[in-house]
């Protein structure tokens, strides 16, 4: 029996497993235990860049000291906010640990063992494989959570699991006894025992986002290495599949991701390392892939990739994303569906070092499937309330997108009726995408940041209010409509706001492109109609580039084209707000926000704005 996801029943599972063959020694990698393989992966042009840098990485580990993990890091997250400071030495950890093992089987050499040996009893030392950052906050909270930080599951610790269990199949008998030992224990005491026999289930195991596939899947593909009672091993699976049906009901039946791009491939793709590995453990009894809404979750790079590596960022979503090719190779082997713009395989893609997207593109990424050009399309993707129109002229990218939705989505931004235009490589009218990830970013300060609140996106401020979160604030499509050469959207937003005077507000998309000319048109009108004349109302658009003002246009200029904006003059007053912020990775920038403050108040009004919009 399946549930509506395909997903296996404990019946299926249990009856898969006892038939299962002995796993092979290595699994999932027995190749890598293969001289023959060896020596191909040496010689596969696509993975010279991959090895080089993972050699370079293996020699700093073996010559540097193991940053430490003091309590003076530790506690930051609690009295200041700040992660970074703590998670900086955390990941290099990993990223080391990811150098020593792969150089260590790839290159069939013992002059890193010493190394990984000291290293791998660091990370069995390690106080909790938990961020302190998925703690609860405090030690009064810490004492009264069911369970002591290192017994703390999250996606981290889950992955600290994964990779140590592969290591061990991957080395085995070159790791002393002692190593063995502990990993084994260490992961059974960390992971195993808390989550597959404790019946009170980890929040994230009934939350429809990417923590429920990370961590489920990192937890079962741990247990089809460790775990030899097949009966026992039926049981953690059982449950590790019942926290990917969550997983799944993230996505509508468009297969759209509401988190964004980045984290598609963080959720969907650890689903699909966790499913592929199930896989072949059960000789194909078990396809977690064989179904036709993992189809239309496969299709979500091509409706938001933009080129050039840019893609639609709603939600925390970075504009620019690296869709791992091993990852993606496996996907179009599976779907057929082609993903554009997949780059060499690089050991340092990952800022962060997760040892699944790591040995994936080692060893799935199909060098056929690599630099593939994008190609244009319209997509309506009618669960998220997404539109997105794409045309290549000249190789060059031009495209439009809107969203509706509602503000209580994983990882939401206030950002209902926001949008983007896309101009030859650049977001010009642009989504901020992630803040810097702390504390506050997480609380109930969340959207006083202008990444997350509707402040930071292209939406009005009606009497000073901006969009509340919550599901009761929403947007309602009143109609979607392909055009010829673009695309008609229009969305209902009285519901996104909770002004007290406001009746109804409609905002109108008409996109337009005329590809000879290397030219498109935006026309976006709001309809307001109020019981009481607003004090304020301003229109309010975001980018990432300075705009020159006149008294009744707005120029955005940028590396691949320029935006005009053309409205009246006799009914707006023209800002221009320089915010400084940080992007995801504490890296300096700054937001520009044009606000366009109405001269008059009026019951009822339809503004009119016309973005023309320019390649170079």
């Known amino acids: 029996m399946t549930d509506n996801h395909g997903l296996p029943s404990f019946r299926a599972i249990h009856d898969a497993l006892l038939a299962a063959p002995p796993r092979p020694i290595g699994f999932p ?7 023959a393989e060896t020596q191909a992966l ?31 890091l530790f506690q930051l997250f609690e009295t200041s906010g700040d992660r970074a400071a703590y998670e900086q030495p955390y990941f290099d950890r990993r990223r080391r640990l990811a150098g020593l093992a792969l150089a260590t089987a790839i290159d069939t050499t013992d002059q890193y063992l010493p190394a990984l040996a000291d290293l791998i009893w660091e990370i069995c030392n390690e106080y909790m494989w938990s961020l302190p950052a998925h703690l609860p906050v405090g030690i009064a909270a810490v004492q009264a959570y069911r369970l002591p930080p290192e017994q703390v599951v999250d996606l981290f610790a889950a992955q600290t699991a994964h990779v140590l269990a592969e290591v061990l199949a991957l080395l085995d008998e070159q790791l002393a006894p002692w190593l063995q030992y502990r990993i084994r224990t260490e992961i059974e005491r960390r992971i195993f025992q808390p989550l597959f026999h404790d019946p009170q289930h980890f929040k994230w195991e009934s939350e429809p986002m990417n923590w429920a596939a990370v961590c489920g899947g990192c937890a079962g593909m741990a ?39 980045d984290y598609w491939v963080y959720g969907f793709g650890y689903y699909t390392y966790f499913a592929e590995m199930l896989r072949e453990f059960t000789n194909g009894q078990l ?25 639609v960022n709603y939600s925390d979503a970075d504009e620019q994303v690296m869709i791992h090719p091993g990852f993606a190779s496996r996907l179009m082997d599976r779907f057929q569906h082609p993903i554009p713009g997949l780059k060499l395989p690089d050991f340092h893609s990952d800022h962060i070092y997760r040892w699944g997207h790591i040995t994936r593109d080692l ?122 050469r673009g695309v008609a959207f229009v969305l209902d937003l009285t519901r996104a706001y909770a002004a007290a005077d406001l009746e109804s507000f409609v905002r109108a998309f008409d996109w337009s492109v005329e590809a000879e000319a290397r030219f498109a048109t935006l026309q976006l009108t709001d309809t307001f109609r109020f019981t009481a004349p607003p004090a304020t109302l301003e229109e309010c658009f975001i980018s990432l580039r300075l705009p020159s003002v006149e008294a009744d246009a707005v120029t955005w200029n940028g590396d691949g084209g320029l935006i005009t904006l ?48 320019q390649l170079s």
Request: charged fraction near 20%; hydrophobic fraction near 40%.
């Open 29 to 35: 990698f027995p190749a890598l235990r293969d001289p």
């Open 223 to 261: 247990a089809l290495i460790l775990e030899d009672d097949r009966e026992r091993l039926a049981g953690m699976l059982d449950r590790v599949v019942r926290a990917l049906e969550v997983f799944l009901e993230s996505f509508g039946d468009d297969g759209g991701c509401p988190e964004g791009l």
């Open 42 to 72: 040496h010689a596969a042009p696509h993975l010279q860049q991959f090895l080089i840098e993972m050699r370079a990485e293996a020699e700093r580990a073996r010559t540097t000291p193991v940053p430490s993990l003091p309590f003076s």
């Open 363 to 484: 060893m799935w990424t199909n060098a056929s499937a690599l630099h593939m050009s994008i190609t244009g399309g319209s997509f309506y993707l009618p669960d998220l309330a997404w539109v997105i129109d794409r045309h290549i002229i000249d190789g060059v990218t031009i495209a439009f997108s809107a969203k509706g939705g509602h503000n209580a989505e994983p990882h939401n931004h206030n950002d209902l009726g926001h949008f983007i235009v896309h101009l030859g490589g650049e977001n010009l009218l642009a989504d901020l995408g992630a803040g810097v990830y702390t504390r506050q970013y997480f609380s109930a300060q969340r959207y006083e940041a202008w990444h997350t609140g509707s402040q930071g996106h292209s939406v009005p401020v009606i009497n000073g209010q901006t969009q509340r979160a919550g599901r009761e604030y929403a947007a309602s499509v009143v109609r979607y409509e392909p055009q010829p």
């Open 566 to 613: 053309r409205f009246d003059g006799d009914q707006f007053e023209p800002l221009v707000e320089s915010v400084v912020t940080q992007t995801h990775l504490g890296e300096p920038a700054t937001m520009y926000r044009l606000r366009l403050r109405t001269v008059v108040a009026t019951l009822h009004r339809a503004d009119r704005f016309a973005f023309e919009c």
């Open 287 to 311: 396809d977690l892939l064989n179904d036709e809404k993992m189809r239309h979750i496969a299709a979500f790079p091509q409706a938001v990739n933009l080129g050039r590596d840019t893609c």
